[in-house]
């Protein structure tokens, strides 16, 4: 709850003796709205136990079967990888905006500018971020949609591997080499989410530096957050898959 409103709010503090009737007002609560109705979606889309109760409740015939979960994650899959490349490059991007505006701010200190230099390059890097935080959050919300398609068919493929192995012995090969990929791939993830954690944790001082920054940082931690919170799905692979009664021991190490 606190994470959650450091960043879902909205400041009406311009519009405190504005009329209700005005047109000024009235754009403020449509935008309000927006914010809610696209949070609102995006909870929907997310709350997996909330879905699983639905499907249970609902249609038998309309609840996905193993082969539509797994052709599902087949085909996420490329395309969340795609989304972390993007993802990679639009944090690159961010880093050499910062990076310029720190030696302007340092230069500026020398010649002697003081905090007028400081809150000039912070105006700048305002007007700079506004697009990458955006896309930031995008990518974000699609990280997400993606991971959960992901996510599904990878713990079918845990949960059935066992019985498939039982039925056919010389398919524990296979499995065993998937439960490798996705104990290397969560450990890759332990490192690289792990990084975006101490970015959203380095951004809310930053946001406290001047009121221009505060809107594309505050869109940039929300992205970030929704990605970083993807670390804890890929763990509970790796949970599942030390609850497997498959060992796989004997056939390829899982280190």
Not at 43 to 51: G, I, K, L, N, P
Not at 76 to 82: C, F, G, L, R, T
Request: hydrophobic share 40%; with cysteine; charged share 30%.
């Amino acid at each position: 709850m606190a994470l959650v409103k450091s960043f879902q709010w909205e400041s009406w503090v311009g519009l405190r003796f504005a009329d209700p009737t005005s047109s000024e007002y009235r754009r403020a609560v449509a935008k309000l709205a927006g914010r809610l109705a696209e949070a609102n979606a995006l909870a929907e889309r997310a709350d997996v136990s909330a879905a699983a109760i639905a499907l249970s409740e609902g249609d038998a015939d309309e609840e996905p079967g193993v082969l539509d979960l797994m052709a599902r994650a087949e085909e996420a899959m490329p395309q969340w990888s795609e989304t972390m490349q993007e993802i990679v490059q639009e944090i690159d991007n961010i880093s050499t905006l910062a990076q310029a505006t720190t030696a302007e701010m340092a230069q500026g200190d020398k010649q002697g500018k003081g905090f007028a230099a400081r809150l000039t390059a912070a105006r700048r890097l305002a007007k700079e971020l506004q697009e990458p935080a955006m896309r930031i959050d995008n990518l974000g919300e699609q990280f997400a949609r993606q991971l959960y398609e992901v996510d599904r068919g990878v713990r079918v493929i845990i949960e059935r591997a066992p019985g498939e192995v039982e039925e056919d012995p010389d398919s524990k090969e296979a499995a065993c080499e998937f439960f490798q990929s996705v104990r290397l791939m969560a450990n890759s993830s332990e490192e690289g989410l792990g990084a975006l954690k101490g970015m959203v944790d380095a951004i809310s001082p930053i946001e406290g530096m001047s009121r221009d920054l505060r809107p594309p940082l505050r869109t940039l931690r929300h992205g970030l957050t929704l990605m970083y919170e993807g670390r804890d799905v890929i763990r509970s692979w790796v949970a599942q898959m030390d609850a497997s009664p498959l060992d796989c021991s004997d056939t390829i190490s899982t280190t």
